[in-house]
């Protein structure tokens, strides 16, 4: 019988800038499932690397801390907002956050659970508006809150400072809410504000984490981190409910392990958000480019003359953001290059060149 091969399917010189996603797995992540692969370990995180796994985490989130590998963004959320939530309360978050607007529904199919949308400046909620959307919820023809969930960094590429957390998560204590923290970026976050994890997390008063590790060079691999044990009752019960348990957990633990043991996690994300910085610099002063968000983290957020956009996603992967406003997104990742930024906006520079010469060529 002939040996099957696989082949190639994409080339791998193609590099874009829609999606963190987007990017491969990190070499050192791929190295440590191949180092986790051979012989037979214990099933359902009953494996060396899961044990191993919850130390690393009681280090990076404080001794109480308690981890729970998963294999998305998305389930890490569904299972942390079940397990902070009773089953009639509700949930308020930013309008526009990632749990409300890219998740498919799914805190409210899988968990059953409703989401309070909240205003946003910069993505960013108050512990005033918090405290408005829970009077009003109290009312008894509505759902009540029973936790808020913050983005960091939000879905607008900024961030909560660990002061801004703090009086968030004490004004949220103080009206009985629990504090999810949706963290699929927040190692970039803790990078470009200076901190360890800790100090934007459990010192913060944050109850459990959807820490993210995909976006930052996993293959396959998110957690839920409990950072104030009994928070979260029946979480585990969750996770397997919410198909969030993995078989084979060690290949999870790995990834993690791989990021968060060593220094990794830190340098991804430092190299993402340099990246960013560099291709806002690149675009300032280019005529017909208006950057319209602080550039905080991985996420460069702009608005260019139609024509050039269109040109420009002909050649290169990017979203717009925002059709009404022609506001675009464009994310860079552990592997993106000086080179291809450098590409990119000069490419940039270019059609937006081409636009503003045929404007005035008209006029």
Known sequence: ???VTTS???DPAVRGFA???AAGAHPEVLAALAAANDGHVGSYGADPYTAALADVVRRHFGPQAQVHPVLSGTGANVVALQALTRRWEAVACARGAHVDDDEGGAPEHVGGIKLVGLPAV???VTPDDLEAAAVRAAAPMRAPLGAVSLTQSTELGTCYTPEET???TRRAHDLGLRVHLDGARLVNAAV???CDLRALTTDAGVDVVSLGATKNGALLADAVVVCRPGTAEGLERLRKQSLQLASKTRFVAAQLLALLDGDLWRTSAAHANAMAARLAAAVADVPGVR???PVQVNAVFAVLPAPARARLQERFAFHLWDATTGEVRWMTAFDTRDEDVDRFAAAVAAECAQDTGARAGAA
């Open 291 to 293: 950057i319209t968000r």
């Open 166 to 168: 703090a009086a968030l």
């Open 122 to 124: 910069d993505g960013k």
């Open 8 to 10: 190639r399917l994409h």
């Open 1 to 3: 019988m002939p040996a």
């Open 19 to 21: 999606s963190d996603n």
């Open 192 to 194: 470009a504000l200076g």
